[in-house]
């Protein structure tokens, strides 16, 4: 028969002092708790000076606002105008226990719209008027336990002038950074500063991503950025500079100015972009052929042609403009694109800024790119009528075949060995040059 082991009792004096131990602890946790309860849930409340003068003259002009708070608590700061109204500096944020202190320049961030006969202003931050106002320093804990100090502070001195951008403007209102050289290639953004501030900006939002700036750099002018008096703005959409326009779509155009006060003012305007995208077009694998080349020479009689024919691509995302002369065009030696205008009474022949053309150059002539051409036949380009002038486009990922003829009524200057075509993107840059040199022979008849 099998006897079960009999479990060991625990002494009695080891049950005692575990008993006694647990006792002392849940004492102590009450202790504890009674005497975080008994810490003030707000404490050594001050607002230092009593007296400022908020306009950046850096004489008192702020106050030192400092408090400690005893547990975790929402804080609210505000000031009572003599009229009772209430101003919050800061309302309802939480706060653990510890000490504070913030410095306070009698400005308010309480937006709203005001218009002064300048287009409607909305004001982030300003300072409040001259005069006595009540402050109170106000913590609520999370039991509803609620606690405050007031006291009475006096503004005066202050710089409550508003850093209005007045009559601010944004022409046009839809516009196409292409640098097709049309009037809608960028868009002028203007206002007028009535005082000094310490900072503006102008950028670009989109709706889309409203965190994401695109900021408008200010052109050189004799008034300084954030100086008194009228400004303005170029904004093309940073093509001129090589970059690519934000895509197509609806933006909000800000502008934004800041005194030293902390006066703060924002404006709005809408802006539409469309046909945007910086243009890209090459010759087509860099190669043009010149009728009769052999071994990189072409032999041409006095009163002979030199001819050639090439394919330009459009390698970009947006259409690029053209203009005559039309491939085909026979130039004399002693002519350029201009004269051709002359003579056969085209303006359109002359230079413009942003159409591309195909050119021909040689070593030692005194101009760049005497004969030039559009980038290709008319039936190989879209014709669109702008402001009443027709205008031509190869479109994204199309071809345009130019071909013309040079005719040497006289001989080129002693020297000249070298010939080459080019891609002209007029008053912008070359974006193919040297392309298939040759050596040109001009001889006698």
Same mark, same amino acid.
């Given at each position: 028969?099998?006897? *079960?082991?009999?479990?060991?009792?625990?002494?009695?004096?080891?049950?005692?002092?575990? &008993?006694?131990?647990?006792?002392?602890?849940?004492?102590?946790? +009450?202790?504890?708790?009674?005497?975080?309860?008994?810490?003030?849930?707000?404490?050594?409340?001050?607002?230092?000076?009593?007296?400022?003068?908020?306009?950046?003259?850096?004489?008192? /002009?702020?106050?030192?606002?400092?408090?400690?708070?005893?547990?975790?608590?929402?804080?609210?700061?505000?000031?009572?105008?003599?009229?009772?109204?209430?101003?919050?500096?800061?309302?309802?944020?939480?706060?653990?226990?510890?000490?504070?202190?913030?410095?306070?320049?009698?400005?308010?961030?309480?937006?709203?719209?005001?218009?002064?006969?300048?287009?409607?202003? $909305?004001?982030?931050?300003?300072?409040?008027? /001259?005069?006595?106002?009540?402050? &109170? %320093?106000?913590?609520?804990?999370?039991?509803?336990?609620?606690?405050?100090?007031?006291?009475?502070?006096?503004?005066?001195?202050?710089?409550?002038?508003?850093?209005?951008?007045?009559?601010?403007?944004?022409?046009?209102?839809?516009?196409?950074?292409?640098?097709?050289?049309?009037?809608?290639?960028?868009?002028?953004?203007? !206002?007028?500063?009535?005082?000094?501030?310490?900072?503006?900006?102008?950028?670009? %939002?989109?709706?889309?991503?409203?965190? %994401?700036?695109?900021?408008?750099?200010?052109?050189?002018?004799?008034?300084?950025?954030?100086?008194?008096? !009228?400004? *303005?703005?170029?904004?093309?959409?940073?093509?001129? $500079?090589?970059?690519?326009?934000?895509?197509?779509?609806? !933006?909000?155009?800000?502008?934004?100015?800041?005194?030293?006060?902390?006066?703060?003012?924002?404006?709005?305007?809408?802006?539409?972009?469309?046909?945007?995208?910086?243009?890209?077009?090459?010759?087509?694998?860099?190669?043009?052929?010149?009728?009769? *080349?052999?071994?990189?020479?072409?032999?041409?009689?006095?009163?002979?042609?030199?001819?050639?024919?090439?394919?330009?691509?459009?390698?970009?995302?947006?259409?690029?403009?053209?203009?005559?002369?039309?491939?085909?065009? &026979?130039?004399?030696?002693?002519?350029?694109?201009?004269?051709?205008?002359?003579?056969? /009474? /085209?303006?359109?022949?002359?230079? $413009?800024?942003?159409?591309?053309?195909?050119?021909?150059?040689?070593? +030692?002539?005194?101009?760049?790119?005497?004969?030039?051409?559009?980038?290709?036949?008319?039936?190989?380009?879209?014709?669109?009528?702008?402001?009443?002038?027709? $205008?031509? !486009?190869?479109?994204?990922?199309?071809?345009?075949?130019?071909?013309?003829?040079?005719?040497?009524?006289?001989?080129?200057?002693?020297? &000249?060995?070298?010939?080459?075509?080019?891609?002209?993107?007029?008053?912008?840059?070359?974006?193919?040059?040297?392309?298939?040199?040759?050596?040109?022979?001009?001889?006698?008849?």
């Amino acid at each position: 028969m099998t006897t *079960e082991p009999t479990p060991q009792r625990r002494p009695a004096r080891v049950t005692l002092w575990l &008993t006694a131990a647990l006792a002392l602890w849940a004492v102590l946790l +009450t202790a504890s708790a009674c005497t975080f309860n008994l810490r003030p849930l707000l404490a050594d409340v001050s607002v230092e000076p009593a007296v400022i003068s908020p306009n950046a003259d850096g004489v008192t /002009d702020a106050a030192m606002i400092r408090y400690r708070l005893g547990r975790s608590a929402e804080v609210s700061i505000y000031f009572e105008d003599e009229r009772g109204r209430r101003h919050y500096f800061r309302r309802s944020q939480l706060r653990s226990p510890g000490k504070y202190s913030v410095a306070w320049g009698g400005v308010i961030n309480e937006p709203h719209i005001v218009d002064n006969g300048y287009g409607p202003q $909305q004001v982030l931050g300003q300072v409040l008027p /001259d005069g006595a106002y009540r402050w &109170t %320093v106000e913590a609520v804990d999370k039991r509803g336990n609620r606690a405050a100090r007031s006291g009475t502070i006096v503004l005066q001195d202050g710089d409550t002038a508003l850093p209005e951008l007045r009559n601010f403007t944004v022409v046009p209102q839809e516009f196409r950074p292409n640098q097709d050289g049309l009037r809608d290639d960028w868009v002028s953004i203007s !206002y007028y500063l009535p005082k000094d501030v310490d900072d503006v900006q102008v950028y670009l %939002v989109d709706p889309a991503q409203p965190t %994401v700036k695109y900021p408008i750099p200010e052109r050189e002018r004799v008034i300084r950025p954030g100086q008194a008096g !009228y400004h *303005e703005y170029r904004y093309e959409g940073g093509v001129d $500079q090589g970059a690519v326009p934000p895509p197509n779509g609806l !933006y909000y155009i800000f502008g934004e100015a800041r005194d030293l006060a902390g006066n703060h003012v924002v404006v709005s305007s809408t802006l539409t972009i469309v046909d945007g995208g910086k243009p890209r077009a090459d010759i087509l694998q860099g190669e043009i052929d010149w009728a009769g *080349e052999m071994n990189r020479v072409v032999s041409v009689p006095l009163g002979g042609t030199l001819c050639f024919t090439a394919t330009v691509q459009n390698e970009g995302a947006v259409s690029i403009r053209t203009a005559g002369p039309w491939p085909g065009t &026979t130039y004399q030696f002693t002519e350029n694109n201009n004269t051709l205008a002359l003579k056969y /009474d /085209d303006p359109s022949f002359r230079q $413009q800024a942003g159409v591309f053309r195909f050119g021909v150059n040689y070593d +030692t002539t005194g101009l760049d790119f005497p004969f030039r051409w559009a980038i290709g036949r008319k039936e190989d380009l879209e014709r669109r009528v702008i402001d009443g002038r027709e $205008q031509w !486009y190869l479109l994204p990922g199309q071809r345009g075949l130019t071909y013309g003829c040079i005719q040497f009524n006289e001989a080129p200057p002693i020297g &000249t060995n070298f010939w080459w075509g080019g891609l002209i993107h007029e008053f912008v840059d070359v974006p193919n040059n040297y392309v298939d040199r040759i050596s040109v022979i001009v001889g006698e008849p």
